[in-house]
């Protein structure tokens, strides 16, 4: 893209001095309406060494009302604990909010390329890197982010030129790292890097724009007319539903609720011997994944009252504390809610050698979400893949993931209802929602059949525990987790 | 995608068995329901020789009714006239009509990948090739085509054991050819060529599917799987529209219709002195064009009456008929209509070295069909970026793109309909129609403002004829023509 670049044809000085001044002013009006049409934009500035990147985000930010904006800086090196999370995550959190400009001084391509030049990533963890990359821009734009894309491009003697001058100065030589001498020197094996980097990820939904930013008006000129079409382009998308994507994950074959036999069960006896034995066997695998630093994301789901709380808790007993996290998942708070929807679960994804188990999840989206309205069709039609993909980030990333459907009856649920609403210290557990919940029973059990053919991956799967015995369903957890961390060994 | 595709668990024989008679009953339902929502299907089989590719599209049509679909195999060469075209044309005139099913014996990917092999592309070439396809891949599914990719893939040792297996017997001998013996022998250099190809086409929009080909039934039943669902998918996506896309491409500042001045003409003596000059000149280019083999497009549009057919025979007059050709663009056919509205240019354009001339263009969809309603906003609007891909195609190949606005002032064309009316002999020039776009003349005016806006590209750009003097007009249009011509040598 680089190479065969068609550079436009730079106008005038006093013409470009001319139409800064008029994509300044219309860019002073969006900050109101991207708040108004809770549009989040992502505005990410990349390119070379002194090619003006921080100038021109003063230049483009100065028209902006504070109010409605961001900077970020990331092309500091990933922290210790940030080195224990996906690639993705230091990224991901950092997506601003609905209705807000966010401007990012570097963004992933920065890590990726530096990364590829200095010989910390081989060409598969590279290709690993572009897909988790392609699939979260994608993502994104889908979920309504406008994502613009900056490449600075400058010439490797107008960079010498720059950097010379800088150097010659001793209140600027400062700026001058060794990364960038460094840049200049190699230009021709970083100008291959980059772009590749930039075919690589040139997507129809987030595209590069190429900036010649061989002068620093005629650059942000650029800069600003492309983000004022970007938005006026986004601006029209918005009331757009979003095409379906087909399903490329290998599937695997999930029985309809309706097949499961309940009537599984085991004797007290059965239950506390096997209860002792696993449990021993959970606690010595916890160790060993500590050691080996594998992570563990544990997801459940369930009918209310199919007893979801025991059975994490017979998993959390066999845990050291320290090497695990229970996440109880209610409605996402007015911050989470103004993201994406799996901004907060990728906010809790455990560490490396730990163990994150989520006591209801992400498929929220494809279950209350969907049936109560609180999500387009679109956005939970959508949602089956965009869960795919994200457990996809994190079996790549090396975690076991496992997923549990806690299945119960309907007259079951109806009698530990009735026993709750009837038994004072159990009265807490039981709410008006769960009995409206109950009159949608069939409605939910559509939605989760629906939910266990489209996710159940081979990396990923669901697992049904037959609950109306507890204790059966509780064995049966306590021996899935075991048998899938020990195949991760 | 090759090296770490996970395979789909497989069934056991009876499973899969029983899944494909149901796949098959699903699919043979569909023949008449995609025929109903008028839904393009294109299924296209890439893969290993031998690896079942023939077998699995006769075993899929089986069961679909022979009105529903048609087959296409792509695999010959392509012919002398293919060969003065750019590459995408022989596969462009192949896709199926809305409401049908069209099958490829494999289609781009096979004469990408063994012109790589074999040398005939380097990386440049690639690269634009895929570019190409990703491009097109996009707009056929954004034009609600549904694109289904399937990649066989077997392993060398079982390639090796078919090849061998056909070549043990006289009656199957002839099926081997040269080039399976040559992709089993070198399998790791041809794996990582697909491999790459794979990758980068994998596209959201049109992805692989990786069939596991190693036995037959199995194969076949991966197919009618993720076929059924990518049907299903599709016809829950036509109702959508699809976002527009953000322009990337180096546009030329244009003015507005109401900034130019038509006060500009010519004396009679002016005219006919430069009209002599200036065609004698374009005689001569026409040749050296000839010889060259440089293809030539150029787009008339303008105002009922503004004297596209006087202009455009003063280009003509001066060319040998031999070398070019006029295209008059009126509603589209029937068949058509059925198409992708570039369909018919495509078919349309001329061979190198050659010159065609379109009376109207592809630009109706953001003029009369945008203003008559004959597509939806979201058709129109996606447009711009469509027609700037379209003719980024053309210059890619090498052909020079002159795009012509006839320009003329409402009181002129009323001065001119006001005569054709009274005059016997242009009467047939004059239709009731003609006086209702006249009505639309504001709606117009801004049509075709957005439209010089947003397609005025470096590489194709409008230019604007003053033809309130037809004499001023004509000399203008064949100075351009001369001139960019000359540019292209």
Redo the contacts between chains.
């Keep these: 893209m680089l190479?065969?670049y068609?550079?436009?044809?730079q106008?005038s000085k006093e013409d470009v001095r001319e139409r800064v001044r008029a994509e300044q002013s219309k860019l002073s009006t969006y900050g109101m309406k991207i708040k108004e049409a809770k549009l989040p934009v992502m505005v990410i500035f990349e390119g070379w060494g002194s090619s003006g990147k921080g100038s021109a985000i003063a230049n483009v930010i100065k028209n902006i009302d504070p109010r409605f904006f961001q900077v970020a800086t990331m092309d500091k090196p990933a922290t210790p604990d940030e080195l224990r999370k996906p690639f993705l995550y230091r990224y991901f959190i950092e997506i601003p909010e609905a209705g807000k400009f966010k401007f990012y001084d570097s963004f992933w391509m920065n890590e990726v390329t530096r990364d590829r030049i200095e010989g910390r990533l081989n060409d598969?963890d590279y290709?690993k890197r572009i897909r988790s990359i392609n699939v979260t821009e994608?993502q994104l734009?889908d979920n309504g982010y406008l994502v613009?894309k900056f490449f600075f491009h400058i010439s490797r003697k107008e960079q010498k030129k720059r950097l010379q001058g800088l150097l010659a100065d001793k209140n600027t030589r400062w700026r001058v790292s060794d990364a960038d001498l460094q840049e200049n020197k190699h230009y021709d094996k970083y100008l291959s890097v980059y772009d590749k980097y930039l075919?690589d990820t040139d997507?129809?939904?987030a595209?590069?724009?190429i900036i010649d930013a061989s002068n620093r008006k005629w650059a942000e000129l650029q800069v600003l007319s492309?983000l004022n079409?970007?938005i006026e382009?986004a601006m029209?998308?918005q009331s757009?539903?979003?095409?379906?994507?087909?399903?490329?994950f290998?599937?695997?074959?999930m029985p309809l609720l309706s097949e499961v036999a309940l009537d599984k069960s085991l004797t007290d006896e059965e239950y506390k011997e096997r209860l002792d034995e696993l449990q021993a066997e959970l606690h010595d695998l916890h160790n060993k994944l500590y050691r080996k630093k594998i992570p563990v994301v544990i997801a459940y789901e369930g009918w209310d009252a199919a007893g979801k709380g025991g059975n994490i808790k017979r998993i959390t007993g066999a845990l050291d504390p320290r090497g695990y996290t229970v996440h109880p998942i209610a409605s996402p708070e007015p911050h989470e809610k103004a993201r994406h929807y799996l901004w907060r679960f990728w906010n809790r994804l455990p560490k490396t050698g730990h163990i994150a188990i989520f006591d209801r999840t992400w498929y929220g989206r494809v279950m209350v979400e969907r049936l109560e309205g609180f999500c387009s069709e679109?956005d939970w039609?959508r949602a089956y893949n965009e869960m795919n993909e994200f457990e996809k980030e994190l079996a790549d990333w090396g975690a076991v993931v496992i997923k549990f459907w806690v299945q119960i009856d309907n007259q079951t649920q109806l009698d530990r209802f009735t026993d709750r609403q009837n038994t004072p210290e159990k009265q807490w557990k039981i709410t008006d929602e769960d009995w409206r919940n109950r009159d949608k029973w069939d409605l939910y059990e559509d939605a989760v059949n629906e939910m266990l053919q489209k996710t159940s991956t081979?990396?990923a799967p669901w697992y049904i525990l037959e609950s109306v015995d507890k204790k059966y369903a509780r064995i049966k957890a306590l021996e899935i987790v075991i048998d899938s961390i020990k195949k991760a060994f």
């Design positions: 190479n065969d068609v550079r436009p044809e106008p598969e290709e994608r734009t613009m075919k997507r129809s939904q595209p590069w724009y492309y079409l970007g382009t029209k998308n757009l539903a979003v095409p379906i994507l087909q399903n490329t290998p599937l695997k074959h679109n039609q081979t990396y």
